[in-house]
């Protein structure tokens, strides 16, 4: 358990209607990460961060913005959602040290997000 | 493009037997590997990571090894036991960003 925890961890919301995600850690990782998971297209990467105002797209980061204003919380905001971003949503965080952004990484419990 | 293929999809066997779960990759400029299972409605659990330049690593009844030139990965899980049943998912690690397998999905028969 890598001190990660999600919220909310269900919502159902409507097409157009901006949500925003939250992922809390408690033990200060630098690394952070936000994936989508989706039956027939197992985990992608949406955006990740490298520290405190630091962060970057992944592969499927059209639709999403993020924030990290403090270590703990990486925030995911779905602007206008819309039924494709239908999806279970992963927070995870790796280690500091080693090689950092490379280093294995931990996954929170997810987000159910139901868009109608 | 990096691809990563997990055989079987599904596998079921009784409780007690020893098995291999495989995973293979295109593209052997990997970092490193990570094994996770996962449970039904649950997050992911890491369960081992083998870097670039390991051949195996082990925790408990796990053995996981690594054959970069061949683009293969295999898990081992010895004694199986009803609570091992889960998606077991490879992911490899060719830059920041993980590519993943579509998991295998085990069944153990107590």
């Known amino acids: 358990d890598a001190g990660i925890t999600q919220s909310p961890r269900h919502k159902v919301t409507e097409t157009g209607t901006p949500v925003t995600l939250r992922c809390h850690q408690t033990e200060n990782h630098r690394y952070m990460y936000w994936y989508r998971q989706d039956p027939g297209h197992g985990l992608r990467l949406i955006h990740y961060?490298?520290?405190?105002?630091?962060?970057d797209k992944g592969e499927v980061s059209d639709g999403y913005s993020v924030s990290r204003s403090k270590t703990e919380d990486f925030l995911l905001t779905l602007e206008s959602a819309t039924s494709s971003q239908t999806s279970v949503y992963f927070c995870?965080?790796?280690?500091?040290?080693?090689?950092?952004?490379?280093?294995?990484?931990?996954f929170g419990p997810g987000t159910r997000l139901t868009v109608l | 493009k990096q691809e990563v293929t997990q055989i079987p999809a599904a596998l079921s066997v009784p409780e007690g037997e020893n098995l291999v779960l495989n995973c293979s990759f295109t593209?052997?400029?990997?970092?490193?590997l990570q094994w996770f299972r996962q449970d039904p409605g649950k997050g992911l659990t890491s369960l081992l990571l083998?870097?670039?330049s390991q051949r195996e690593q082990t925790s408990g009844r796990l053995n996981a090894s690594l054959d970069k030139s061949s683009g293969r990965s295999t898990l081992y899980i010895a004694a199986s036991q009803p609570g091992d049943s889960a998606t077991y998912l490879c992911?490899?690690?060719?830059?920041?960003?993980?590519?993943w397998g579509a998991g295998t999905k085990l069944i153990i028969k107590p």
């Open positions: 995870a965080i790796a280690l500091a040290g080693g090689k950092g952004l490379y280093n294995e990484q931990f």
């Open positions: 083998i870097q670039s």
């Open positions: 961060s490298y520290g405190v105002k630091d962060t």
């Open positions: 992911a490899v690690r060719p830059h920041y960003q993980l590519i």
């Open positions: 593209d052997s400029a990997i970092y490193n």
